[in-house]
């Protein structure tokens, strides 16, 4: 193959390659036949034959040096004797006459960079590759300008290099800069070549790993595109979730995977900041997007419920999650608090302590799963119909438990200065679920029991997840020492005070579902429980806020300034979620049926109650920094006895809006209180002590409630 070579085509081609031997002889081949003036191949260090057949091909081999995928693109620009530069990976394949049309097109649109449509297709008959291929395919991608095969002018190229510090994602930061720029880019919907993918597991989570840090990347470097990159991996999973299940339920598996590693490599990225830290109001909205992506997760575990059984059985549904959650935050005991200040302190890296943890919250929660189960049993109505059937029992003890002890593990991991584990854990917690849920709505199981089922089986993959994380750092749970009385009992004492803040202020999420379950049906908790898991997700931004505060504030930052940039980075990104929350939620609700349509006349009346709780998680955030747990604690105990003790009451009298406008007025309520507590202690000079930060975490089970 090493004849002359006769070009027609003013364009050279650039293909970097590494370890390319496998398909870079058909690549070539494929690029020669187009003609072009000259064929430059890149070469990363390849240690098998890659140089030695792109040689044999007359293509011209530079090194990079092993720098990287950006720099070997950059350094075949500048070798580039034309000025149209055609970038080709290796695992390209152009069919006759391709180069030719797409620089038609290319010519006759003024494009500075075009993009050849992309076939995938899997270098294998497995599953991965086949994944990865279906994935592209059916991906909004394909759509979207990269570089993998792409035709450019080299002046441009040279004015907006790539970031060689990119190892993948390069494209997207790129394109984010051209198109600042102002140039015309696009992908050709004519002109498409062959795009191959190795079919191995490890080569599938190697590209997770890279995109994931890549948007990580991205994200430092173009902070005003954060909370769309951030939340990329999310919307192409669930978009994917949804395809698979009507088209390829095989492939759901895959999906599974991809958000894990792709959120993993981002939040690991993310979580090592170089410089200083972040602002408060940085932190706030940083803190909101890693919970609000769990949330959507669990806001699509609940629609798809919702399509998969009548409104009366996913009331029942919701009512034994609600109270699979009310339990395993009753049983927690302060332990996750406790487990924050006393693990790093420990000379074991807290084995024992993480043992004598699970003990305290398992004997708990068992215990609480019994008592609540007797009571409502007695009481006969609501949540104790669930129990006529003998599943139900089981399986709400079994995913109260393992939700608790996935809860702790949380903990453990903020505490261990980790919390990209926790991340990880509560993605792929959330996504087991939404699995789970679509394999029996796939084979047709139509259960309450499948719901409540579900939500067990997605905590339960969070705790072997985590031991196994736990168990890779070196620090497993030490169960023959660790599992004793003396350690789980010395977690108490620090612990209960701040317990009682926290299931004060979180009591009435917890208890509205089971109230409304009592009195007005299992149909109308199925309403309620939608429109309260949007409003959740809303109110991860106060709460966010005001953890924002206190971690500042504990870590010994004056409070002069910070707690009214706290307070207005507050309201700004409550009123900008709650007005999405306002036009989103009824179109929502729509889709779900008619039946949960009609509530979305609450989304207006828990707005403004989501507004006032900014003020009162700031009040909140400054108590447990400084120290005034019994005071924040009373403010909270009274904000919850004004909407628990008459719901049932106002429930009765005037449905479900009675019960929004209550919780809306409860909020006001502790509004003002905190408002005037905070003009106190703003005036007064700071207490010159700082307590145990007890961090109100994430509980990404799909059933939060604020």
């Not at 055609?86 to 695992?91: G, K, P, R, S, V």
């Not at 909407?643 to 929004?660: D, K, N, W």
Request: hydrophobic share 50%.
């Amino acid at each position: 193959m090493g004849g002359a070579h006769v070009s027609n085509l003013e364009v050279s081609v650039v293909v970097p390659a590494r370890n390319a031997a496998h398909w870079i002889g058909d690549c070539l081949e494929s690029i020669r036949a187009q003609n072009p003036r000259e064929i430059i191949v890149v070469d990363g260090c390849s240690t098998d034959d890659t140089v030695e057949i792109a040689q044999s091909m007359d293509a011209r081999v530079i090194s990079d040096g092993g720098r990287g995928l950006p720099a070997a693109r950059m350094l075949g620009v500048q070798s580039a004797r034309s000025d149209l530069v055609a970038l080709i990976d290796a695992d390209v394949i152009l069919p006759p006459g391709a180069l030719a049309g797409l620089l038609d097109e290319f010519k006759a649109c003024g494009y500075d960079g075009l993009q050849f449509g992309l076939v995938s297709e899997a270098d294998g008959p497995g599953y991965w590759g086949a994944a990865l291929a279906w994935h592209h395919i059916h991906s909004r991608v394909r759509s979207w300008f990269g570089v993998s095969a792409t035709l450019m002018r080299k002046n441009v190229l040279l004015s907006v290099p790539f970031d060689d510090a990119f190892r993948s994602g390069e494209d997207i930061e790129l394109r984010i800069r051209l198109e600042d720029a102002g140039y015309r880019l696009g992908v050709s919907s004519t002109t498409a070549v062959r795009h191959r993918f190795t079919d191995s597991f490890d080569t599938a989570r190697d590209q997770w790993l890279q995109d994931g840090a890549g948007l990580a990347r991205t994200i430092r470097k173009h902070p005003g595109r954060a909370g769309w990159l951030l939340v990329l991996p999310l919307l192409a999973t669930i978009r994917g979730f949804g395809l698979s299940l009507l088209q390829a339920p095989r492939f759901l598996a895959y999906w599974v995977c991809f958000l894990v590693y792709n959120y993993r490599a981002m939040f690991g990225e993310l979580l090592r900041p170089p410089g200083t830290g972040l602002s408060v109001g940085g932190n706030a909205a940083w803190l909101t997007a890693a919970r609000v992506a769990p949330m959507a997760i669990g806001f699509l575990f609940w629609a798809v419920a919702a399509l998969m059984l009548p409104p009366e059985q996913l009331g029942m549904g919701s009512a034994v999650a609600a109270a699979a959650h009310l339990t395993v935050q009753l049983g927690m005991l302060g332990v996750g608090q406790a487990t924050l200040t006393l693990l790093p302190e420990q000379s074991d890296g807290g084995r024992r302590l993480i043992a004598g943890s699970f003990l305290s919250v398992g004997v708990s929660t068992l215990v609480l799963a019994g008592a609540i189960i007797g009571v409502t049993y007695v009481l006969g109505s609501g949540l104790g119909l669930a129990w006529h059937d003998p599943l139900m029992t089981p399986l709400f003890a079994t995913t109260a438990l393992f939700a608790a002890f996935a809860y702790q593990l949380d903990h453990v991991g903020v505490a261990q200065e980790r919390a990209d584990r926790a991340l990880v854990r509560s993605l792929a917690q959330s996504v087991v679920q939404l699995a789970v849920l679509g394999f029996a709505l796939a084979t047709g199981i139509r259960e309450v029991a499948v719901v409540v089922g579900a939500v067990g089986a997605g905590a339960a993959a969070s705790v072997i997840l985590g031991l196994r994380q736990l168990r890779r750092a070196g620090v497993a749970p030490d169960w023959k020492h660790g599992l004793r009385p003396g350690p789980a009992l010395r977690l108490l004492k620090p612990g209960l005070p701040n317990h009682a803040l926290m299931l004060a202020d979180h009591a009435p999420g917890y208890l509205l579902p089971l109230i409304v379950a009592a009195v007005l049906g299992h149909a109308a908790t199925a309403s309620w429980y939608m429109v309260w898991m949007m409003a959740s997700a809303v109110f991860f931004v106060p709460q966010s806020a005001g953890l924002s505060l206190q971690t500042a504030l504990a870590s010994g930052r004056s409070r002069s300034g910070l707690i009214s940039t706290a307070l207005k980075a507050s309201l700004g990104l409550t009123l900008v979620t709650g007005v999405l929350l306002l036009a989103v939620g009824p179109f929502l609700l729509r889709v779900l049926g008619p039946e949960y349509a009609a509530a979305a006349i609450l989304l207006p009346i828990l707005v403004p109650a989501l507004l006032l709780s900014c003020v009162t998680q700031i009040y909140f955030g400054l108590c447990r920094a400084e120290g005034r747990i019994a005071e924040a604690t009373a403010v909270a105990v009274s904000a919850a006895v004004l909407i628990v003790a008459p719901a049932a009451f106002t429930a009765q009298q005037f449905g479900l809006t009675g019960v929004s406008v209550l919780c809306s007025a409860a909020q006001a309520t502790a509004a003002l209180m905190a408002v005037w507590r905070l003009r106190m202690l703003t005036s007064a000079r700071p207490t010159a002590h700082v307590v145990q930060v007890a961090l109100p975490l994430h509980q990404p089970t799909g059933i939060e409630k604020p």
